[in-house]
Each structure stands twice: as C-alpha cells, then as structure tokens.
C-alpha cells in the first residue's frame, strides 16, 4: 500500500480505523529548539500492525524530527510519546504526523507552532512524498 493511500485495510473487526492518529501535541523549550509530547490513537494489534512512528515537518515537507516507536501499543490508547529537541523558531509552523507499519500515513494532523499551538488540520494530499524511506527507521519491533 502507499504511504499515502487513504484506503481502509481489512481489520478483522468492526473498527474502520487503518491509520494513527494525532489527537494532541504539546511542545515545550528544550535548549535552542523544542521537545513534543504527541498523543497517538492507533489500531495496533502487536508487531504486524503497529504506530511506528510520528514525526515533525516544516511547511515545504521537510523532516525536522522522527520519534521512532520501537513496541506495539495494544492496550495503552490513545497513547503519549516526548521526543526532541527539534530546532524550530517559536513562531515556526510545523506538522505533526503519525505512521503505521503496515499502511503508512493517512491519519489525523496537528499543525500548528510554539507561540500559537497545535490544532488538528487537513494534511495536505501528497505532502512530504518519500520520507517514509527517510532515516531514521525503525530497526524492528519488541512487542
């Protein structure tokens, strides 16, 4: 599937979500950038499906940071990951987005920035295009 494709992947249950979601981010000063705390609601059944990752990027689609998920959260949703620091201005505007293992992105975003906060927002349709291959990666999955 493509790491964009808004197409739903057959569950197995009467849940129709095949994307993680953003449903909050917090940012906070962390030396000369800022650190992000990002509320995640996945359908992770364990490691063949699974959020493996959220990541920041700035308004031309470039990767400011990646907080790799390294385990499943099956039982822990929504779920908060901090990661960071990422070197942003305070007045910076940046997307915040999630990644699932198995269908790629196609979930809820954030954009937003320090000073003026984070909403959830419409992600503009093939923007970011290739960084699903972009390091850092996940090196595997414990549970």
Same mark, same amino acid.
């Given at each position: &599937? ?8 057959d ?19 962390? %030396? ?5 705390t ?44 901090? $990661? %960071? ?14 990644? &699932?293992?198995?269908?790629?992105? $196609? ?9 003026? $906060? ?12 290739g ?8 090196? %595997?999955?414990?549970?």
């Amino acid at each position: &599937m493509s790491e964009n494709s808004n197409n739903p992947i057959d569950l197995g249950d009467e849940t129709s979500q095949a994307f993680a979601d953003v449903v909050n981010v917090e940012a906070r000063v962390s %030396g000369t950038g800022y650190s992000f705390t990002v509320t995640l609601s996945s359908p992770d059944t364990g490691c063949e499906q699974y959020a493996d990752w959220w990541e920041v990027l700035d308004t031309d689609g470039s990767l400011i940071y990646r907080r790799i998920l390294a385990h499943s959260h099956v039982n822990e949703q929504p779920f908060a990951r901090s $990661g %960071g620091p990422a070197n942003i201005a305070a007045e910076q505007e940046v997307w915040v987005r999630a990644h &699932m293992n198995n269908s790629g992105y $196609g979930g809820k975003a954030y954009f937003g920035s320090f000073n003026d $906060g984070f909403e959830e927002n419409d992600f503009p349709e093939n923007f970011g295009e290739g960084l699903a291959s972009q390091a850092p990666l996940p090196s %595997g999955c414990a549970f």
